[in-house]
Nanobody, 133 residues
Framework: QLQLEESGGGLVQPGGSLKLSCAAS????????IAWFRQAPGKEREGVSC????????YYTNSVKGRFTISGDSAKNTVLLQMNSLKPEDAAAYYC??????????????????????????WGKGTLVTVSS
């Protein structure tokens, strides 16, 4: 049975760091892409980052470029999201999701290329990130 489990969320002050982990079971990451999405209360779900563990190809939404880093560990079947210089607007429930594909799924929304959550096949239950002083 294919499962994803997120961990690593918590409370952090603005400017601080957190590392989220997405542990996959029941499948090998080599044939899949793993993406992180987030959703804050009252806001739409937003694609944050995506990785093709087969070749390390990555995608980041503009608001996290230079601050977040996604990485994959095929041996551990785990994808990490290192989040630095956190801002209050980064606070949200973070979810990892997967799709059997060699491309991170994107769509054009509001004139911008964004990750497409509708194409993701499996989702974790999420981990909460709070950024507050």
């Amino acid at each position: 049975q294919l499962q994803l489990e997120e961990s690593g969320g918590g409370l952090v002050q603005p400017g601080g760091s957190l590392k989220l982990s997405c542990a996959a079971s029941g499948f090998s990451l080599d044939d899949y892409v793993i993406a992180w999405f987030r959703q804050a209360p009252g806001k739409e779900r937003e694609g944050v980052s995506c990785i093709r563990t087969s070749d390390g190809g990555t995608y980041y939404t503009n608001s996290v470029k230079g601050r977040f880093t996604i990485s994959g560990d095929s041996a551990k079947n785990t994808v990490l999201l290192q989040m630095n210089s956190l801002k209050p607007e980064d606070a949200a429930a973070y979810y990892c999701a997967t799709l059997r594909s060699d491309q991170c799924p994107t769509t054009v929304k509001g004139g911008m290329i964004q990750l497409n959550p509708d194409e993701m096949e499996y989702w974790g239950k999420g981990t909460l990130v709070t950024v507050s002083s």
